[in-house]
């Protein structure tokens, strides 16, 4: 059976900016590529920024053979996505007192006492083990899927029975469904209710979750999505759905796009941290954060196909949550759910305060890619502004004192201004020098209001200042001391590129414009000394225009400005540096590099 493919429609659209519009216009276009009527009868999706759903938009049926476009009101299942409503029940009994995560998971869940664990000096499995994934038991994908509806009796018996192990607990992630279904039984068993009563009262009614619930009979016939897997013979083949039972912890949650919105939406408001009342969430902001932390690295994965410049992920598993840690965007928080007839996503990013919510009633629907990418482009493409470190007063003033001596130095307002080991790292007079020889460079210096500042912590800071000739990057570090000075002052000197370097990156530009690329990459009259691999060359200009698209010249950010420099090159995908030398003698370049700059993985205060 084929399904009814509806067309496309816009459930919800806010007002946003030019820009968001236009990257709005480029992820439904995604979603309609993903959307083959094979993956999954029915899609919905939307985009979240700050717990509001600012858009969303729907495909296809939740009810193969008949015209029921997906709504807002259409109930999916959402799998292991399950698992972090679990682990925000756990953290909120620990923060109770009614539990530690270092109790023994035995304590709560007696069956566990006899097991026979995989060596001699095995620690024994602990609440947080299992809310990590480290309980060493094996990977239980797709076996744990068709365990959901087992009685209670069932699952005690296999508990008695004991289990395998993959490792020494507390050694390394593997996924466990199983484990999360323990974790279930222990808030059976602490609370004395059954774990789908704990959850509802304790995390959906305060949130007014209320399309959100783990059984299926309590759904409206209307809004219930049916699962499908897709056979060549036969289409479509609607999937059994699996009742209520032990492992309803690790994926037995239905819900809607709202209520999916509106449970990220908690996450994001936990950052940034401030002083502001907790608000109306159950769980604490401190323990939403802690649930985004990463506890236990999971993998490093390549996701970019071989004709683009790598971009590699760190993975990492928190409480019930993977943390992803991007090169593009920086970090990511997400968690899927594949189950028998859904897939489901969801993914945001704390530095911007954007995150996206998919679901489909297909077969382990592969939805996480596609809304990986949609979230990336609108983060690349700042939809809206991201949060950045702020730095602290004391950082701000010494930015201030670091200025004055730039204007003049002061050897008294210098011995202020530094901690003791700077004179011992590198001596006050020489750094006068040094000062003296960069005023003689650049002429009268003042901060560069076209360059954003940068802190890697409030008690770290860079910024640019502009000269008659040229720019000066500047960089201090603050020590732990109260009040903190500076313990580091770092100054880079940037001239203005010579007449030769300037004209060679801008026709490396004009070769990164797509057009040049189809007419082979390297411009004939781009001068290139023999040391240059034009190959190579080649390759890598072909691969930055295929990541980032079309790049623009930026300001100088290295070099000496004779002999080499670099340039920062600017795009709506993402930035660029640009690093070239020049041999004088041959009067051509003997070295081209392009390196994309890498999005901070910590600006999210």
Same mark, same amino acid.
């Given at each position: 059976?084929?399904?009814?493919?509806?067309?496309?429609?816009?459930?919800?659209?806010?007002?946003?900016?030019?820009?968001?519009?236009?990257?709005?216009?480029?992820?439904?276009?995604?979603?309609?590529r993903?959307?083959?009527?094979?993956?999954?009868p029915?899609?919905?999706?939307?985009?979240?920024?700050?717990?509001?759903?600012v858009?969303?938009?729907?495909?296809?049926?939740?009810?193969?053979?008949?015209?029921?476009?997906?709504?807002?009101?259409?109930?999916?299942?959402?799998?292991?996505?399950?698992?972090?409503?679990?682990?925000?029940?756990?953290?909120?009994?620990?923060?109770?007192?009614?539990?530690?995560?270092?109790?023994l998971?035995?304590?709560?869940?007696?069956?566990?006492?006899?097991?026979?664990?995989?060596?001699?000096?095995?620690?024994?499995?602990?609440?947080?083990?299992?809310?990590?994934?480290?309980?060493?038991?094996?990977?239980?994908?797709?076996?744990?899927?068709?365990?959901?509806?087992?009685?209670?009796?069932?699952?005690?018996?296999?508990?008695?029975?004991?289990?395998?192990?993959?490792?020494?607990?507390?050694?390394?992630?593997?996924?466990?469904?199983?484990?999360?279904?323990?974790?279930?039984?222990?808030?059976?068993?602490?609370?004395?209710?059954?774990?789908?009563e704990v959850?509802?009262?304790?995390?959906?009614?305060?949130?007014?979750?209320?399309?959100?619930?783990?059984?299926?009979?309590?759904?409206?016939?209307?809004?219930?999505?049916?699962?499908?897997?897709?056979?060549?013979?036969?289409?479509?083949?609607?999937?059994?759905?699996?009742?209520?039972?032990?492992l309803?912890?690790?994926?037995?949650?239905?819900?809607?796009?709202?209520?999916?919105?509106?449970?990220?939406?908690g996450?994001?408001?936990?950052?940034?941290?401030?002083?502001?009342?907790?608000?109306?969430?159950?769980?604490?902001?401190?323990?939403?954060?802690?649930?985004?932390?990463?506890?236990?690295?999971?993998?490093?994965?390549?996701?970019?196909?071989?004709?683009?410049?790598?971009?590699?992920?760190?993975?990492?598993?928190?409480?019930?949550?993977?943390?992803?840690?991007?090169?593009?965007?920086g970090r990511?928080?997400?968690?899927?759910?594949?189950?028998?007839?859904?897939?489901?996503?969801?993914?945001?990013?704390?530095?911007?305060?954007?995150?996206?919510?998919?679901?489909?009633?297909?077969?382990?629907?592969?939805?996480?890619?596609?809304?990986?990418?949609?979230?990336?482009?609108?983060? =690349?493409?700042?939809?809206?502004?991201?949060?950045?470190?702020? #730095?602290?007063d004391?950082? !701000? @003033? *010494?930015? $201030?004192? %670091?200025?004055?001596?730039?204007e003049?130095?002061?050897?008294?307002?210098?011995?202020?201004?530094?901690?003791?080991?700077?004179?011992?790292?590198?001596?006050?007079?020489?750094?006068?020098?040094?000062?003296?020889r960069?005023?003689?460079?650049?002429?009268?210096?003042?901060?560069?209001?076209?360059?954003?500042?940068?802190?890697?912590?409030?008690?770290?800071?860079?910024?640019?200042?502009?000269?008659?000739?040229?720019?000066?990057r500047?960089?201090?570090?603050?020590?732990p001391?109260?009040?903190?000075? =500076?313990?580091?002052?770092?100054?880079?000197?940037?001239?203005? #590129?010579?007449?030769?370097? !300037? @004209? *060679?990156? $801008?026709? %490396?530009?004009?070769?990164?414009?797509?057009?040049?690329?189809?007419?082979?990459?390297?411009?004939?009259?781009?001068?290139?000394?023999?040391?240059?691999?034009?190959?190579?060359?080649?390759?890598?200009?072909?691969?930055?225009?295929?990541?980032?698209?079309q790049?623009?010249?930026?300001?100088?950010?290295?070099?000496?400005?004779?002999?080499?420099?670099?340039?920062?090159?600017?795009?709506?995908?993402?930035?660029?540096?640009?690093?070239?030398?020049?041999?004088?003698?041959?009067?051509?370049?003997?070295? =081209?590099?392009?390196?994309?700059?890498?999005?901070?993985?910590?600006?999210?205060?």
């Open positions: 059976m084929t399904a009814t493919i509806t067309e496309a429609q816009v459930l919800v659209r806010e007002p946003v900016s030019g820009r968001f519009e236009r990257l709005l216009r480029d992820a439904d276009a995604r979603a309609d993903w959307f083959d009527g094979r993956k999954a029915g899609l919905i999706y939307g985009i979240v920024v700050d717990g509001r759903l858009h969303a938009r729907s495909v296809g049926t939740i009810r193969v053979g008949e015209a029921a476009p997906p709504s807002l009101e259409s109930r999916f299942r959402i799998a292991s996505m399950t698992k972090s409503f679990t682990a925000a029940t756990v953290l909120l009994l620990r923060d109770e007192g009614r539990l530690a995560l270092d109790d998971a035995e304590r709560y869940v007696p069956e566990l006492a006899t097991l026979r664990y995989p060596t001699a000096d095995s620690p024994r499995i602990t609440i947080r083990h299992l809310l990590t994934m480290t309980a060493g038991l094996p990977t239980d994908d797709p076996w744990g899927d068709r365990q959901q509806g087992l009685d209670l009796g069932s699952f005690s018996a296999l508990l008695r029975g004991g289990l395998s192990f993959a490792f020494v607990p507390g050694t390394r992630f593997e996924y466990s469904n199983l484990g999360y279904g323990i974790l279930g039984r222990v808030i059976t068993n602490v609370t004395g209710r059954e774990y789908r959850v509802r009262e304790r995390l959906l009614e305060p949130l007014e979750m209320r399309a959100t619930g783990y059984l299926a009979e309590e759904v409206p016939a209307a809004d219930l999505a049916h699962g499908y897997v897709w056979r060549d013979e036969d289409g479509f083949v609607e999937e059994p759905m699996d009742g209520y039972g032990a309803a912890s690790m994926g037995g949650l239905f819900t809607t796009l709202p209520d999916l919105a509106r449970w990220v939406g996450f994001q408001d936990a950052w940034p941290p401030r002083d502001d009342p907790e608000g109306g969430h159950p769980l604490s902001r401190a323990a939403r954060r802690e649930m985004q932390q990463s506890i236990m690295p999971f993998a490093l994965a390549t996701l970019r196909t071989s004709a683009e410049v790598p971009t590699v992920e760190s993975i990492h598993y928190g409480y019930g949550l993977f943390i992803v840690e991007d090169f593009r965007v990511t928080i997400s968690h899927g759910g594949g189950y028998p007839g859904f897939g489901a996503h969801m993914r945001w990013h704390p530095g911007s305060g954007l995150g996206v919510v998919g679901l489909a009633n297909g077969r382990y629907a592969p939805v996480t890619p596609f809304l990986r990418e949609i979230l990336g482009d609108l983060v =690349v493409g700042e939809a809206v502004p991201s949060r950045h470190l702020q #730095p602290t004391s950082t !701000t @003033a *010494a930015r $201030a004192g %670091v200025e004055a001596l730039l003049a130095w002061d050897d008294a307002a210098a011995a202020r201004l530094f901690a003791m080991n700077v004179d011992l790292d590198e001596p006050l007079d020489s750094r006068r020098s040094a000062i003296e960069i005023r003689a460079t650049h002429g009268r210096l003042a901060a560069d209001p076209d360059e954003p500042t940068r802190s890697e912590s409030p008690f770290h800071l860079e910024w640019w200042m502009r000269g008659e000739r040229g720019r000066l500047v960089e201090i570090l603050l020590s001391e109260l009040p903190p000075r =500076v313990q580091a002052l770092n100054l880079t000197s940037v001239p203005e #590129p010579s007449p030769e370097l !300037t @004209a *060679a990156a $801008a026709r %490396v530009v004009e070769a990164l414009a797509p057009a040049a690329i189809e007419r082979g990459a390297i411009p004939d009259d781009l001068p290139l000394t023999p040391a240059v691999d034009h190959a190579a060359l080649g390759r890598a200009l072909r691969a930055t225009e295929a990541r980032f698209g790049l623009r010249l930026g300001p100088p950010i290295g070099g000496d400005g004779v002999r080499s420099t670099t340039y920062r090159l600017l795009g709506d995908r993402g930035n660029v540096e640009l690093a070239l030398e020049w041999d004088a003698g041959a009067g051509a370049l003997s070295s =081209v590099g392009l390196l994309p700059v890498r999005q901070s993985s910590i600006d999210l205060e």
